[in-house]
């Protein structure tokens, strides 16, 4: 109680600024700077080579496809692309950086600007880009334990080099909530244009949240935390409401924000000072001597935006408009691309988009979820998806019936044909054996055949159940509501018959 009257009295003195730092792995299959391979997962140092080691006098060339990924991205996003751009050296010491410096980008990045439109509570909330830009992944430190008394830690080197792109925000972001949708609409982009497999677990997508008070009203930036490691939107989203919460405190009792870097800590769900923060002078940034200043022609530009995919806001639109199903429905389908396509498909194929919209979003996304399955590993292709909606559509099983069929062609890989056909599934829409059923069922419940005749309606949804249950859901339930409200009516005493 106490707690709930601070937090929204929180809201009406602070306002919370919020800027993200994204990085983003790009797929490409070499690295930055030299051509060791990117993949993730190999025995660790079996992807090196002295240029990625740090070797004295070993020189970078700049991989083409990596440059083209961020271009790729930049155009998606809206940005404009710098006609030149430069690399900087980030000079810092640390053991997963043999070099010493990173390659980086500093005043010239490759592009800036642009925007993403994120949904807000009940409005839409522009989030504009800063910058975007290109840097060398460093290696990975395993923190392995304690030999000879002493603890110890492994480096290896796979990752330094893989290509990264940061995508910095403005600070335009006012909630946790709209900080996790914003990181979701940027990844789905990531992911549909190919150039980012989107993963937060395994680290190829990377957010550090930078997060400050002000007091309501006013249009003056406070002083803000950044906040790192967190490995999932709910942890983004959780880190931030917390680090609001602290910093309130520290506010109300007087207290001054300092400038620093603070660790998420998932396990305690609370922050921790990690370092004061460092300053653009510390990291000594200059040019990178070993690579010319870069310039992407206006023609590769050009053709780089021509291999542009339709994107998430605007599949979405097309999903209402062309198909007529709900904005939420348009959401959810295209919140990654394979889904998209497997909606898509079944939609067109069947003719019956909203029925399609249904069957995907709770039958099969139902199923997958519950198993952590991803869309692309549904044991139940568009086609056969398909199949199972005609035999709906046509009236040949009913629409309880086509549950427990989709539920067997989850499990066995079975078509809805083949199934329908073993078990003898085919709905009953037969006038005269669908009559017997009624009379069956009349006889035996007099009560509740005496109850609607009295008046009482609900009685008939009892019936038609009984219907249902008679025939093993197989009745066609249209029909035989219409068999069974022409029989009561017709034997009611001074009725039409
Ligand atoms: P730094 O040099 O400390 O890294 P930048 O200016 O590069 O700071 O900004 C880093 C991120 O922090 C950006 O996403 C930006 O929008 C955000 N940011 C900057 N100032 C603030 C602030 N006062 N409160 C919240 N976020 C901020
Ligand atoms: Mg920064
Ligand atoms: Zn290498």
Redesign the pocket.
């Known amino acids: 109680m106490e707690l709930e009257t601070r937090n929204s009295k929180l809201e009406t003195r602070y306002e919370a600024?919020?800027?993200?730092?994204v990085h983003a792995q790009l797929l490409t299959r070499s690295k930055v700077f030299c051509g060791c391979s990117a993949a993730f997962g190999a025995p660790p140092n079996s992807q090196t080579c002295p240029v990625c080691l740090g070797m004295p006098g070993a020189l970078p060339v700049l991989n083409r496809r990596a440059i083209e990924f961020a271009i790729k991205t930049a155009l998606a996003l809206g940005c404009d692309i710098t006609s030149v751009c430069r690399f900087h050296r980030k000079n810092y010491f640390y053991p997963d950086m043999p070099k010493n410096y990173q390659i980086s980008q500093y005043e010239l990045p490759l592009a800036w600007g642009g925007s993403i439109d994120v949904p807000a509570d009940d409005t839409t909330r522009r989030v504009r880009i800063?910058r975007l830009h290109l840097e060398e992944d460093v290696g990975k430190l395993l923190h392995a334990g304690t030999l000879h008394a002493a603890d110890y830690s492994l480096v290896d080197f796979n990752r330094s080099g893989v290509p990264l792109m940061e995508i910095?925000?403005?600070?335009?972001i006012r909630t946790p909530e709209e900080a996790a949708e914003y990181l979701r609409q940027l990844r789905a982009i990531l992911v549909y244009l190919g150039v980012c497999d989107g993963n937060m677990e395994e680290g190829s997508l990377r957010c550090?949240a930078?997060?400050?008070l002000r007091p309501v009203g006013s249009e003056e930036?406070?002083?803000?935390a950044?906040v790192k490691n967190m490995n999932s939107f709910k942890n983004v989203q959780k880190a931030l409401a917390y680090e609001i919460q602290r910093q309130a405190k520290v506010l109300d009792e007087g207290g001054k924000i300092v400038?620093e870097t603070r660790l998420w800590d998932a396990d305690q769900e609370l922050t921790l000072s990690m370092r004061s923060?460092e300053?653009?002078h510390d990291y000594r940034y200059f040019p990178e001597p070993d690579l010319v200043p870069l310039a992407a022609s206006p023609q590769w530009i050009e053709e780089i935006r021509a291999t542009l995919p339709e994107l998430p806001p605007q599949r979405r639109g097309r999903f209402v408009r062309e198909y007529g199903i709900p904005d939420y429905d348009a959401a959810v389908l295209t919140a990654s691309r394979p889904l998209a396509d497997y909606y898509e498909e079944v939609a067109k194929a069947s003719r019956e988009p909203k029925l399609a919209s249904n069957w995907v979003m709770v039958e099969l996304l139902g199923y997958l979820n519950k198993d952590g399955r991803e869309i692309t590993d549904s044991p139940i292709p568009p086609a056969g998806l398909t199949a199972l909606l005609t035999l709906l559509q046509r009236g040949t099983i009913s629409g309880k019936i086509a549950k427990t069929v989709f539920e067997q062609m989850y499990q066995t890989g079975k078509s809805a044909e083949l199934i329908v056909k073993e078990q003898g599934l085919t709905q009953i829409s037969d006038q005269d054996e669908l009559r017997r059923i009624v009379e069956e069922v009349l006889a035996a419940h007099p009560g509740p055949v005496a109850d609607y005749r009295k008046g009482k309606v609900q009685s008939l949804t009892f019936l038609v159940g009984m219907i249902m249950k008679a025939s093993r859901g197989k009745a066609n339930p249209k029909v035989a509501n219409e068999l069974l409200i022409a029989r009561l009516k017709g034997e009611e005493p001074g009725g039409d018959r």
């Open positions: 600024v919020i800027g993200l730092e800063h910095v925000s403005e600070p335009d550090d930078n997060v400050s930036l406070g002083v803000k950044e400038q923060k300053y653009a």
